[in-house]
């Protein structure tokens, strides 16, 4: 799934004229969808980051997007907890993944560049 960003928004829902997570007018592919308790979507998505740094995950609002492509990733896998819902790579969805990889445990890279390179072929 690819989507564009058209709006920058920040955490309160207010439009901005920047972010340095995302670009308007570029494409992302989306890492994993969240719904919130309030039943908002978000869209995971690879943050702007240095070339060669450990990349940075993020959620933001789907209203900062339109969608390009609703092409769904083979690995991803649907989740609940609760009041909160999403989809995302079923690997990611192992205990203590995003801990380690928010944390740049080297061994949680493999298993993100694997399940990543997995969504970027597959909506090429």
Same mark, same amino acid.
């Given at each position: 799934m690819k989507v564009r960003c058209v709006r920058l928004l920040n955490a309160g829902g207010q439009e901005v004229e920047y972010s340095p997570w995302l670009t !308007?007018?570029?494409v992302y592919h989306v890492m994993s969808i969240f719904?919130?308790?309030n039943e908002r979507r978000w869209y995971g998505i690879i943050n702007c980051h240095p070339r060669d740094e450990w990349p940075q995950m993020g959620n933001h609002q789907a209203e900062c997007f339109e969608v390009v492509s609703e092409i769904?990733?083979?690995n991803w896998s649907e989740w609940k907890d609760g009041k909160i819902s999403g989809i995302?790579?079923?690997a990611w969805q192992a205990s203590g993944f995003y801990e380690a990889f928010y944390d740049h445990d080297p061994v949680a890279y493999?298993?993100?560049e694997r399940e990543r390179d997995?969504? !970027?072929r597959e909506d090429a």
């Open positions: !308007l007018g570029r719904i919130d308790e769904i990733p083979s995302s790579p079923a493999p298993i993100y997995i969504i !970027l």
